[in-house]
């Protein structure tokens, strides 16, 4: 079912729950199989994308599939590579490094997975180029969306981008890859519950933008990847496709909300601040490691909220100066415009609160029907190996209640955080 939702989402026949219409995407093709690398030249000339093509790469994606890509390539067009000589950080510098690498090119290719899809679709926003991926390890959700995880001055910000032409998953490149990525693949989709929970109580409280088309598009994978979770540590092609379809619906699901709200939430705030604030020295970790281990500290503090009292909120303590003296003035002042768009000062704030002390069972129980369990998400992530303790992604656990404590500080985004922090139980709920 989930492979017939992708191919009526590219054709534009899939109905909208939120509408009468129906769910369109910009991707125009979606290949997930066997022997794509082969068929590079074939799946490329598809697209027509024009060339010059740059194959953007690190070290390792281009052993993977990056020379096979490249070969099947020259006998189409000509192709560029611009293979960095290590792993890049997802920063401005690589961005710039891909476009000044890539000047002969008329459309880009990324052979890889996060910090290379997100290296070149900004690039190729950035220079009104088109381009497709090669992925090549199960390891995020970004394949086919259309933002990109780029930190700007030392600030994780979520960064429009193009879309993906097309999106091409070699399920034999892809079983080949260290199981820890597709353990960290895992790790980045099992935040659905969580995300939309926090983008619920937002729309419920502030009256943000919501949506439930980027959640039915996960309904039935997402229940093969919690109950069967250990087919992915086995290599097991049901298990590996299933969660496949489930990052890059994921990534369709922020295309069609036209951003990330419904996959980042206050999970991925945690994993940005320790991305921002983490010591360089600990032991490298991957993205989705971070979302497996921040997700399951996000469910319990959703689930001690949901089922407390009604919240009687606070005005928000935080200004400018705090931000400023906390992170220096260029990160501070970066965090401060965002903080204040979702600041509620005093009468908001009791606004609020007089709307909770009538409204909350209401609340409580519709986010109740969409999240799950935090012993269930713990469950699929212990079955599949991925980690699930700050010391399982090297973070020492007083550092994590930092960050637990400090991530809504550093995104517009209202989550239950906020909603913790402003009613007082925040300290209480953190991770000792």
Known sequence: MS?????????????????????????????????????????????????????????ATHRAMGAQVARSLSGERRVVEVVFAASPQP??????????????????????????????????????????????????????????????AGHKKSLAAVPAEGVFLDLGVLAAAPVRLTRAGL??????????????????????????????????DEQHLLRKSEGLARGEPTALAALARTLVLSGFGMAICGGSWPASQAEHLVSHWIDMRGDPRWPPSFHGE??????????????????????????????????VDRYGPTLGRSCWADVARKRLDAQRAAELTDRLASEWADVAARCGTIAKPAAEIEAALTRAGAPTTPSDIGVPPPFFREAVRRAREIRDRFTVLDLAALSGRLEELAPP
């Open 91 to 152: 920063d401005e510098a690589a961005v710039a490094e891909v476009l000044e690498r890539a000047t002969a090119a008329a459309s880009l290719l990324a052979v890889g997975s996060g910090t290379i899809n997100d290296l070149t679709k900004c690039a190729a926003a950035r220079s009104g180029r088109r381009f497709a991926v090669f992925g090549t390890a199960l390891s995020m959700n970004g394949y086919a969306s259309e933002n990109a995880a780029i930190t700007v």
């Open 290 to 323: 971070h979302i497996a281990v921040t997700t399951l500290a996000i469910a319990r503090i959703q689930e001690a909220i949901l089922r407390g009292p009604p919240p009687r909120l606070t005005p928000e303590p935080l200004d400018e100066a705090a931000l």
């Open 187 to 220: 790790g980045d989709s099992i935040c659905r519950p969580t995300a939309q929970v926090d983008w619920l109580l937002s729309h419920l409280l502030l009256g943000t933008p919501y949506r439930t088309a980027p959640f039915r598009l996960l309904e039935e």
């Open 3 to 59: 492979a017939a939702t992708i191919e009526r989402l590219l054709s534009g026949t899939l109905p909208d729950p939120d509408s009468a219409g129906t769910l369109a995407v910009r991707t125009r093709q979606v290949v997930i199989g066997e022997g794509l690398a082969a068929r590079a030249g074939e799946l490329v000339t598809g697209l027509d994308l024009p060339g010059p093509v740059a194959l953007v790469a690190d070290p």
